[in-house]
Every structure is written in structure tokens, then in C-alpha cells.
């Protein structure tokens, strides 16, 4: 059975008190000297204190008299869930770092420290293209040993969650709502999935938290904070996943972006981002070399010093150095997808392994 300390109790409830926020809940510990010496403290002090309005003062007292203290205990219960305060020695170093960390972070599962930890994210309505790029990434990666933080959404953040767990990788789930709502509901298994296999779903959010529109840049922030670098596979120009690069900048962390076509909507968010100085990824090795991690495919390389994947490889031998070839042939040459070939044929011609020669035919660079 879970327990939990007082001081992780009264900051759950302080998290609980609509229109507080991190900072201010922050602000009232430092100044009283734990959760429970604040929660006791007189309103006007911690009116004071918070620098709270008189209608936002009178709101945050009167909840704080009626709080349902044996409702928290019976959801902490029913849930499984765990909590750690900014204060605890097991809170996630890399989000204590960041300038808002959230006061107090409830989760299910294996919240396991480590610095070798990278989120994926992009959009929910994903091209095949972006689909297999999140999961090839994640896979790559959670087999070095890097655990995958995304958000749960559909699309991108999906099959980075489902790419780790296919390699038996840790992933990390934040989520915009309580631990006690499952967004989007059709993840419900895969979420207690991730759990099983020494994962966690990670919030801010206390029990009964929709995941309503606000919740999302704050969830972002998350998603950021607790990693080395955030990976943006597509996303449109007015994305969340652009939210998330922009909290990592905040925070001194690395961005990532894989580009895409220039008539994709998909793409748009990411290409700009490439032109706003995003490291351009194309494999997962890119990340790997960034932070002097070991992959387990070091050392093998193409005639061109470049790790391929088993796709690309077959893409490359299936390019003629004199014809010119389309898309459909080489799907019929390698018996790949179109998904796999086009990813392929990115990662070729960006390390100057293939050429575009005009839209939708491609040549062979001597290796």
C-alpha cells in the first residue's frame, strides 16, 4: 500500500485549489516552512503572502475550510497514485531546474531518475510519414537506454509511446488531467501498459481535472522540463508541439525537428522551426552523438560513414547511380512501405546519399 507524508498531503491540497498555481503554492511553503504550516496559517497571511486578490483570497479560504481531506485519501487509494514534491529528494532533477516546476507532481508506476530522457512530440493528425519517423525514433532510442516523454495524445505521441514499449524502452506519459481521466479514452490500456512495464503517467493535476484546453501549454511545460531535448516530428505553425519548443528554449534544452515536405501543414511547423536554428534530425543517431550516448549500432556504417537503418540501406541499394526512379518502384523493389521508403529516401538525400532530381524521382549518389 502507498503512504504518503503529510507535507506531500497539504501540498496535494494546496495543488487541488483552483487559481493558486505552482509558483504562488511555492512562495506559501518557503514562506511558512512546509505545506501544513501554510494550510493553518490565518487567510489574511496567506493572502498576503500568495499577493492574491480580494476576490481570488476569499475564493482559495473558503476552499481551503471546505476541503474534503478523506476524499483525497480515498483517491490517492483508488488510483495507485504516488506523489513527489518539489521539496523530495526523488523529484526529477531536470524539472526542479526549470523556472515554474510544479509544486507537487502526482503519478502512477516508475517515476526512475535519469538524465538520458528525450520527448517526442507532434501532431495528433499525423501523416503516415510522421507516424513511422515517432516510431522508428522511439525505438532507436529507448534500446540505448533513453526514456521516451510524450504527452498521450493520438498521432505522434502514441507511437512514440508504443515504439519504446516495443523494444520492452521506458516511456513517460504526461497527461493535462487528473490521474483519476483518461485522455483520449481509447489509450486507457496502453496507459496501464506503460505502468507495467516500469513506465509512469506523470500530472500536476489534482483528482477531478478535465483536460480542458488551459491544461494543455501547462502539461507542455511538463513535457519539456523533465527532458535533455525535445523532439518535434510534424506539427502545424498554431501547434501545441511548437508550445513544447518553445518551453524547452526557455529552459536551455536542446530542440530537434525532422523536416518534411514543403506542401505539408504537417511540416509547416517543423520546417520553421529548422529555419529558426532547430538542430535537424534525421536519424535517431543524431540525438545519440549530441549527448555522447552509446548506440548500440556504433561503428556500423555506410560506404558514406553514415548509420543507416536496415530501410535505408535497402532504399539506397535499390537506387540506380544512372536512372532515375520513382517512389511506387522503389516500395516494389525494397517490399517496403511507402511510409518506411519515403523516411529512407529523407535521411539519403539529406547525408548526400540520393538526389531529388525532379519532384517524386530520385538517383543514387556514389557511396
Given at each position: 500500500m502507498e503512504t504518503w507524508t503529510d507535507e506531500q498531503r497539504y501540498t496535494a491540497a494546496w495543488q487541488a485549489l483552483k487559481g493558486l498555481g505552482s509558483r504562488r503554492i511555492r512562495r506559501l511553503v518557503d514562506y511558512f516552512g512546509s505545506a501544513r504550516a501554510a494550510w493553518t496559517a490565518p487567510a489574511?497571511?496567506?493572502?498576503?503572502?500568495?499577493?492574491?486578490?480580494?476576490?481570488l483570497g476569499a475564493t482559495v479560504d473558503a476552499a481551503r475550510r471546505r476541503f474534503d481531506w478523506d476524499r483525497q485519501e480515498a483517491d490517492l487509494k483508488r488510483y495507485g497514485a504516488r506523489l513527489v514534491t518539489w521539496r523530495d529528494e526523488e523529484y526529477?532533477?531536470?524539472l526542479k531546474e526549470t523556472c515554474n516546476a510544479p509544486a507537487v507532481l502526482f503519478y502512477q508506476g516508475t517515476l526512475a531518475e535519469t538524465d538520458k530522457r528525450v520527448a517526442i512530440v507532434g501532431s495528433r493528425k499525423a501523416s503516415p510519414y510522421g507516424l513511422n519517423v515517432s516510431r522508428h525514433v522511439a525505438e532507436t532510442l529507448a534500446r540505448n537506454g533513453v526514456t521516451i516523454v510524450s504527452g498521450g495524445a493520438r498521432g505522434i505521441d502514441t507511437k512514440a509511446h508504443k515504439g519504446a514499449l516495443h523494444v520492452q524502452g521506458q516511456t513517460l506519459v504526461v497527461i493535462?488531467?487528473?490521474?483519476?481521466?483518461?485522455?483520449?479514452?481509447?489509450?486507457?490500456r496502453l496507459f496501464a501498459e506503460i505502468c507495467e512495464k516500469g513506465g509512469a503517467i506523470v500530472t500536476e493535476f489534482a483528482f477531478g481535472s478535465e483536460p480542458v484546453a488551459q491544461n494543455f501549454p501547462a502539461r507542455n511545460r511538463i513535457i519539456a522540463g523533465l527532458s535533455r531535448s525535445v523532439i518535434v516530428v510534424e506539427a502545424a505553425l498554431r501547434s501545441g508541439s511548437l508550445i513544447t519548443a518553445d518551453f524547452a528554449l526557455e529552459e536551455g534544452r536542446d530542440v530537434f525537428a525532422v523536416p518534411g515536405s514543403i506542401f505539408s501543414t504537417q511540416s509547416?511547423?517543423?520546417?520553421?522551426?529548422?529555419?529558426?536554428?532547430?538542430?535537424?534530425?534525421?536519424?535517431?543517431?543524431?540525438?545519440?552523438d549530441e549527448y555522447g550516448w552509446e548506440s548500440e549500432e556504433a561503428g556500423q556504417k555506410t560506404t558514406a560513414a553514415v548509420a543507416l537503418t536496415d530501410a535505408g540501406k535497402a532504399v539506397w541499394e535499390a537506387l540506380s547511380e544512372s536512372e532515375a526512379r520513382p517512389l511506387d518502384e522503389l516500395v516494389v523493389r525494397t517490399k517496403l512501405s511507402a511510409a518506411d521508403v519515403q523516411v529512407s529516401l529523407l535521411q539519403l538525400t539529406l547525408h548526400n546519399l540520393a538526389e531529388e532530381t525532379i519532384p517524386g524521382l530520385y538517383l543514387r549518389c556514389p557511396g
Open positions: 489574511e497571511e496567506v493572502i498576503r503572502v500568495a499577493a492574491l486578490g480580494s476576490k526529477p532533477y531536470l493535462a488531467s487528473g490521474l483519476d481521466r483518461t485522455y483520449p479514452p481509447e489509450n486507457k509547416q511547423g517543423t520546417n520553421h522551426l529548422i529555419r529558426m536554428g532547430a538542430a535537424i534530425l534525421t536519424e535517431a543517431a543524431d540525438v545519440l
